[in-house]
């Protein structure tokens, strides 16, 4: 059993989905890139903000410092340090002379601490000392405003209404190209008649006599028949009209639809099923016509693109859908069985009636002598 590609009804339905995936990755990538960049820039400020603020509050508290280290008034040095401690950015503070003596020491429970800022402690422009502080790394730019676009909420928000806005279009777009294809169905007929117009009308007439018939029977299966039908000249057409006016009612079979190349012929329920000696001498007769014909019969009821799809697969000869071998009891000698997979992930088995055997040879050109013959 062999597996053939997989079924798309048309080339703008099978892009739809291409564009979408590809427009979510690109969405996700270019919103992901944006927000990285804008928690670089923040880190960055933050950096820059919290070094810039370290230093000036360490410079201030040192300036405090100068006369007090000259007087080694040590009180005020203690109460200086106990008030600059009591911010929750300093971790720990330390004041030193210049000598390396410590004076005050203010430490917290954090074993990691950050880098630490150091000031000089000068009076009258004379070194006498520095001061070393350890700040929370948790400090928050307060004069850092982020602009609304650049929030990291608003800009997943903007990816997935981009998303939504791309699929809406694709959407319509499908749409109105359904509603295109429908109006121009509608005004296209839908039986058309060989390249040679002077006897189309006769297949017409043979379609709407069966049409009418069609009204007090019930047709259970359908044979459907792709061909080369515009290689038909004048007596090829005739012989055709002739073939099809014998077969069709000998097997109970109604001539139900001419359309964009394919021949559908219904099955009455009524009637003996249709058996493989008149498929045969009805393959036999249209190869005679020269139309290298593609036969399918089947009990489903598929639109057309799936039926073009069904015989772009298949080879020519005669081929039926498996299930009708439970369905029908149909005992027929298969030579081939391809899986086609539809778009709804259903899959169709379509099986290839093996070649007649030597018995049924002689059977097959008597019926078709009879069907051809004037």
Known sequence: MSKDKKFQPSFRQTTRLPILISAAIAIIALCS????????????????????????????????????IEDENTEAIESIG?????????????????????????????????????????????????????????????????AFWLNPYFIWLFGGATWFLIFFVLQLRHRGQK?????????????????????????????????????????KQSLVISANWGSLDEPRNALLLRVLSRWLPQNGLLATQFSRGLLVLGVDAEHTPIGRNPL????????????????????????????QTFFRIIESGIWFEKSLQAKDDLNW??????????????VIELCQLKEPDAEQLGLIARQVRFLSDE
């Open 33 to 68: 890139l944006t927000f990285y960049w804008h928690q670089n820039v923040q880190d960055y400020k933050k950096g820059e903000f919290n070094t810039s603020y370290n230093q000036g509050m360490a410079d201030l508290g040192a300036a405090f410092l100068g006369h007090l």
């Open 82 to 146: 106990q008030r600059l401690a009591k911010n929750p950015s300093i971790e720990k503070i330390a004041i030193y002379r210049r000598s390396g003596e410590q004076v005050f020491l203010k430490d917290s429970d954090n074993t990691s601490l950050s880098e630490p800022v150091i000031a000089n402690i000068a009076y009258e422009d004379s070194f006498n000392g520095y001061l070393v502080i350890y700040f929370a790394d948790t400090l928050n730019t307060a004069n850092s405003v982020t």
């Open 179 to 219: 509603r295109q294809l429908a109006d121009k169905r509608s005004i296209e007929p839908d039986d058309k008649p060989p390249r040679n117009h002077s006897n189309g009308h006769q297949l017409k007439s043979l379609i709407k006599h069966n049409r009418q018939q069609l009204q007090h029977k019930t047709i």
């Open 280 to 307: 045969y001498a009805l393959e036999r007769c249209l190869l005679n016509i020269q139309l290298r014909p593609k036969i399918l019969l089947h009990h489903l009821d598929f639109e057309h693109e799936m039926y």
């Open 333 to 346: 000698t298969v030579k081939k069985v391809i899986d086609i997979e539809l778009d709804d992930h259903d």
